[in-house]
Nanobody, 115 residues
Framework: QVQLVESGGGLVQAGGSLRLSCAAS????????MTWYRQAPGKQRELVAV???????IYADSVKGRFTISRDNARNTVYLQMNSLKPEDTAVYYC?????????WGQGTQVTVSS
């Protein structure tokens, strides 16, 4: 019933920027927390950033000061602005949104940062 669609990934040089988006569609009554995760090959999925329904944010130490998570409640969308990208940011990025007390995952979008 609910689908999350991610976009904005791609290939960028070190120091560049990308903006990821994740939009929820379907039967939605309420949305709580929105979260971005990433997973590099051979590594466990790790939390990147979280934004609560009230707008408070949490960032992984590795991205703090470079990434910004935001949300547009009218569009049921969460964004991840990524600046000063580093090769170690290369991963598949996944969004996770709590919709009506259920967890939904995006399909993932590849981010590749070249040196």
């Amino acid at each position: 019933q609910v689908q999350l669609v991610e976009s904005g990934g791609g290939l960028v040089q070190a120091g560049g920027s990308l903006r990821l988006s994740c939009a929820a569609s379907g039967s939605i009554f309420s949305i709580n927390a929105m979260t971005w995760y990433r997973q590099a090959p051979g590594k466990q999925r790790e939390l990147v950033a979280v934004i609560s329904s009230g707008g408070s944010t949490i960032y992984a130490d590795s991205v703090k000061g470079r990434f910004t998570i935001s949300r547009d409640n009218a569009r049921n969308t969460v964004y991840l602005q990524m600046n000063s990208l580093k090769p170690e940011d290369t991963a598949v990025y996944y969004c996770r949104i709590i919709v009506d007390s259920r967890l939904y995952w995006g399909q993932g979008t590849q981010v590749t940062v070249s040196s």
